[in-house]
């Protein structure tokens, strides 16, 4: 659900949202251990529309700067690396710990946590936000999903702060 909703809100205008193939691996390969219900194709399915639905989503070329960053997890280096080349704002991660905002901050990039960029998204730019998470929402018909069911869901994932705007907001999404 959350990256339904990212995505849709990408769609809008208000951010870049921006990865690469190796991002698309690794929540590909992470999704198909933890889900073992999705098939693989399906899974593979979701990564294609996801490149298909954000202009210019797939960042390259940001490989020959890998090697000179340093996080406390090396395997990460090459996210970082792709927001520079993507000239992004901000990462939004779960996994602040190995994102530094003071060594990110030589870059002007920020560690945002989901909860932290979407509260801000919804603050912000509420006019066509909502919009866009009530469209994600209904576009579930298998299930359909509630939206209640959708700030259960979110606070589950640990975006406590979204869901319970959300909730203040549950008749327009």
């Known amino acids: 659900m959350l990256r339904s909703i990212l ?7 208000i951010f870049r949202a921006q990865w690469t193939r190796q991002i698309n691996e690794e929540w590909i390969r992470e999704l198909a251990e933890n889900r073992p219900d999705l098939s693989m194709p399906n899974i593979r399915r979701t990564a294609d529309l996801m490149n298909k639905a954000i202009r210019d989503c797939l960042i390259e070329g940001h490989e020959n700067l890998i090697e000179c960053l340093e996080l406390p997890d090396p395997n990460d280096r090459h996210v970082l690396a792709a927001a520079i080349q993507g000239r992004a704002d901000a990462i939004v991660t779960f996994n602040l710990k190995d994102f530094p905002a003071a060594y990110l901050e030589k870059y002007q990039i ?12 919804i603050d912000l730019v509420q006019g066509p936000v909502l919009p866009a998470i009530h469209e994600q929402r209904t576009v579930l018909k298998n299930p359909p999903i509630s939206a209640e069911d959708l ?14 705007r959300l909730r203040s907001l549950k008749m327009l999404i």
């Open 110 to 121: 920020e560690p945002l946590h989901p909860d932290d960029f979407l509260i801000n998204q």
């Open 7 to 13: 995505i849709g809100i990408a769609q809008t205008g």
């Open 151 to 164: 700030v259960s869901n979110l606070e589950k994932r640990g975006l406590p702060q979204t869901a319970a």
